[in-house]
């Protein structure tokens, strides 16, 4: 059983384009996590959900729209796609806000073109 | 942004020797993660240390903080080939929610 998963696992696109990204955690988490790691590996979060509430919003461009129509779904909506976008964005939930530790998704490698 | 710091950026053993590796803070924390990424995949935790502890074992693994240097370490002991990954402290010092450092990559030779 995949605790946290995440679609598609590779996204090859092209400039400008709209996309969107999964994920699903079936540990019964209130909280969900967007993170985008880049190429020199760090590691930077982009959004929390608690509870289908927006709890951070870190400083990321408005082309990027998370939505969580339940608890156990965060799903991450990019608007024209840049070449900057580049970049391997994570999946995570944790039981309950923060802090405690978080279970990760095995990653969307995005790349643009 | 990144807080942590790891060092070294990257280390490089043979296998059955130790591993250490270290994550500086800048902040009070209540507590320290530490995570392993394999090549291609997702982070892993591996143990969670909170600040009024100063060492935790879990297994091969033992951690320590030191809240007045702001620091923590990671021992891997008979280091084994499998350990070949990228190790990440996280820290709540910038309140709710976990920053990560930028990792150190471990490679363990057969």
């Known amino acids: 059983d995949t605790a946290v998963s995440q679609t598609p696992k590779y996204l090859v696109t092209q400039m400008g384009n709209d996309k969107s990204i999964k994920c699903e955690q079936n540990l019964g988490h209130d909280t969900m996590y967007w993170y985008k790691q880049d190429s020199k590996k760090f590691l930077k979060i982009m959004f929390s959900?608690?509870?289908?509430?927006?709890?951070i919003n870190e400083t990321v461009p408005n082309r990027f729209s998370p939505k969580s129509p339940d608890k156990a779904h965060l799903n991450l909506h990019i608007n024209s796609l840049e070449l900057g976008d580049s970049a391997v964005y994570f999946c995570?939930?944790?039981?309950?806000?923060?802090?405690?530790?978080?279970?990760f998704g095995p990653g969307t490698r995005l790349l643009v073109l | 942004s990144q807080q942590g710091e790891e060092d070294p950026q990257a280390l490089s053993i043979q296998e059955g020797e130790n591993a250490t590796m270290n994550c500086s803070y800048k902040t009070s924390i209540n507590n320290l993660q530490w995570y392993r990424q394999n090549s291609g995949r997702g982070l892993v935790h591996l143990i969670l240390?909170?600040?009024?502890?100063r060492e935790k074992h879990s297994g091969r693994l033992r951690v320590t903080l030191d809240t007045s240097k702001k620091s923590s370490s990671l021992l891997i002991t008979a280091s084994r080939a499998a350990d070949t990954a990228s190790y990440f402290c996280?820290?709540?010092?910038?309140?709710?929610?976990?920053?990560f450092g930028g990792g150190t990559r471990l490679m363990v030779k057969p």
């Open positions: 996280a820290t709540d010092e910038m309140g709710n929610m976990l920053t």
């Open positions: 240390i909170r600040s009024n502890e």
């Open positions: 995570a939930s944790s039981q309950d806000f923060a802090q405690e530790t978080q279970y």
């Open positions: 959900y608690n509870n289908k509430e927006l709890i």
